[in-house]
């Protein structure tokens, strides 16, 4: 059975699609992330970062991933951890800001967050960390803290936290990109990542009906990961409405766990870093002291 066969152009969609030989690049129906999206690395652009303060300097955008580490950086220090102070400075995707060199001297990959630890453990150069999942753990094994020690809380904790690494580009790139942002309706498409995120959603309830965090009875860098992606879909706060789309009331595990997680000061504190969408009382644009939150989100600064 031939392609032709098996795919009649009639029936594809756009209707007389027919799969090329060669792959190229389609710069006129990509969607709402056309004009930054590209299939070669590198930067565009010379542009040097901005250095702050603190020894730790965030280059990021307050998305799921961008939030998984300012909520890090809250929760370390309202622990009480002070070297955790921070400079977060806003990265700016869609305007390309990823693409310049200084950035990409960060990460390869161009993609938020990064981070540079100006004072290493070591003692030695700065280093640069990449991924978000790779920060959590840097941070986490840097100050001793959410990342538990004892062997099987630790390796739970881990599981988790890659979980969520591999589950959540189904979630956003998969689900997200085709439900909100692709510029058509694909049933099919629609159809197999909602599928896809609801079994996702029902492995979070199912193991939150026996354990009150994601690795047992101890808050870790897991539900940091995991809450951003999940939690934000939980409350209805994803996608254009998404939550109604997929039921996310029917999950109660996971509903009581997003609640626990959204009243800790510090989860809220971390989600407004480098937000740039919502309300501006929620939005801190750069967070540079923690007495930004009092004087520079935009509604204090008049801006939207």
Same mark, same amino acid.
């Given at each position: 059975m031939t392609d032709e066969t098996k795919f009649p152009p009639e029936k594809n969609f756009p209707a007389g699609y027919v799969l090329p030989k060669v792959w190229s690049a389609?710069?006129?129906?990509? $969607?709402?992330?056309?004009?930054?999206?590209?299939?070669i690395a590198g930067p565009t652009h010379e542009k040097v970062l901005p250095v702050g303060k603190h020894p730790l300097q965030l280059y990021s955008l307050g998305t799921p991933n961008g939030v998984k580490v300012t909520i890090m950086l809250e929760e370390l220090l309202a622990a009480g951890h002070s070297g955790?102070?921070?400079?977060?400075?806003?990265?700016?995707? $869609?305007?390309?800001?990823?693409?310049?060199s200084g950035f990409v001297d960060v990460n390869p990959n161009s993609k938020i967050p990064a981070l540079m630890d100006h004072a290493p453990?070591?003692?030695g150069a700065p280093v640069r960390v990449f991924e978000s999942a790779s920060i959590l753990v840097y941070l986490a094994e840097k100050f001793g803290a959410f990342l538990p020690t004892e062997l099987r809380a630790r390796t739970e904790t881990l599981n988790w936290l890659f979980w969520q690494m591999g589950s959540a580009?189904?979630?956003?790139? $998969?689900? $997200?990109?085709?439900? =909100?942002?692709a510029p058509m309706k694909i049933e099919y =498409?629609?159809?197999?990542?909602?599928?896809?995120?609801?079994?996702?959603?029902d492995v979070l309830d199912r193991h939150l009906a026996d354990n009150e965090y994601m690795a047992g009875a101890e808050y870790t860098i897991a539900d940091m990961a995991i809450w951003p992606w999940y939690g934000r879909l939980a409350a209805n706060s994803s996608y254009e409405d998404a939550g109604s789309f997929l039921s996310v009331e029917e999950y109660d595990n996971v509903q009581r766990w997003t609640k626990l997680i959204n009243e800790r000061p510090a989860a809220q504190r971390g989600s407004m870093v480098n937000k740039t969408s919502g309300e501006p009382s929620?939005?801190?644009?750069?967070?540079?002291?923690?007495?930004d939150f009092e004087t520079k989100t935009q509604d204090k600064l008049g801006g939207a």
């Open positions: 389609d710069t006129e129906t990509g $969607g709402a992330f056309a004009s930054i999206n590209r299939p955790a102070e921070y400079d977060a400075w806003l990265i700016k995707i $869609g305007d390309g800001d990823q693409f310049g453990k070591d003692g580009p189904f979630l956003g790139g $998969g689900f $997200g990109h085709f439900y =909100a942002y =498409a629609i159809n197999r990542y909602a599928m896809e995120v609801k079994r996702q959603i929620k939005q801190l644009h750069e967070r540079h002291d923690a007495l």
